[in-house]
T-cell receptor, first 116, second 114 residues
Framework: AQSVAQPEDQVNVAEGNPLTVKCTYSVSGNPYLFWYVQYPNRGLQFLLKYITGDNLVKGSYGFEAEFNKSQTSFHLKKPSALVSDSALYFC??????????????FGTGTRLLVSP | DAGVIQSPRHEVTEMGQEVTLRCKPISGHDYLFWYRQTMMRGLELLIYFNNNVPIDDSGMPEDRFSAKMPNASFSTLKIQPSEPRDSAVYFCASSPGWGSYEQYFGPGTRLTVT
């Protein structure tokens, strides 16, 4: 079954430092991968996606993600963290349900805390 | 556009009562999704619709849950009877289609069943 794993419940980083939020995937075939962000008391917001093409994908708010096929990873990165980046981050993968239709399967989420 | 609208934002009810959650998707979006988020189980897809037709309801936990989409601008998720284990945040999301794979989430309804 297609799935993603986010090995860290929380990531702490100081403002101005680079940040990485990790995600690994398990799929058969070519992976379609996504990152979403959830701010407190809000719904999830789309950040970026990888479907095909360049392994480095750029998204909203200065975030980027690197697709690594050999390591089956899709880590989210930002060169310089902001306090306002503090939120819950979800990795997701396109999966095929038992009914034969596609859907997104989300990871368990990683809380990013950026300290001033 | 106002985005995906959900109501109510908070619902507190007693076990055994019927609960109805409502969602208005973004105009022009053909897909509508219902998710449930809990600490224990994370974010789970319950059901989704395409052009008002239910496509995949394999995530609906049991017969106490039902969802409808009578038209392109309105959907409901009903729980009858409700149980304490149904306490969660329920999100509605809409999408223009699988071509973009982007889903737009509403603010959620926090349901507490006592």
């Amino acid at each position: 079954a297609q799935s993603v794993a986010q090995p860290e419940d929380q990531v702490n980083v100081a403002e101005g430092n680079p940040l990485t939020v990790k995600c690994t995937y398990s799929v058969s075939g070519n992976p379609y991968l996504f990152w979403y962000v959830q701010y407190p008391n809000r719904g999830l917001q789309f950040l970026l996606k990888y479907i095909t093409g360049d392994n480095l994908v750029k998204g909203s708010y200065g975030f980027e993600a690197e697709f690594n096929k050999s390591q089956t990873s899709f880590h989210l990165k930002k060169p310089s963290a902001l306090v306002s980046d503090s939120a819950l981050y979800f990795c997701a993968v396109r999966a095929w349900g038992n009914t034969g239709f596609q859907k997104l399967v989300f990871g368990t989420g990683t809380r990013l805390l950026v300290s001033p | 556009d106002a985005g995906v609208i959900q109501s109510p934002r908070h619902e507190v009810t007693e076990m055994g009562q019927e609960v109805t959650l409502r969602c208005k998707p973004i105009s022009g979006h053909d897909y509508l999704f219902w998710y449930r988020q809990t600490m224990m189980r994370g974010l789970e897809l319950l059901i989704y619709f395409n052009n008002n037709v239910p496509i995949d309801d394999s995530g609906m936990p049991e017969d106490r849950f039902s969802a409808k989409m009578p038209n392109a601008s309105f959907s409901t998720l009903k729980i009858q009877p409700s149980e304490p284990r149904d306490s969660a945040v329920y999100f509605c999301a809409s999408s223009p289609g699988w071509g973009s794979y982007e889903q737009y989430f509403g603010p959620g309804t926090r349901l507490t069943v006592t």
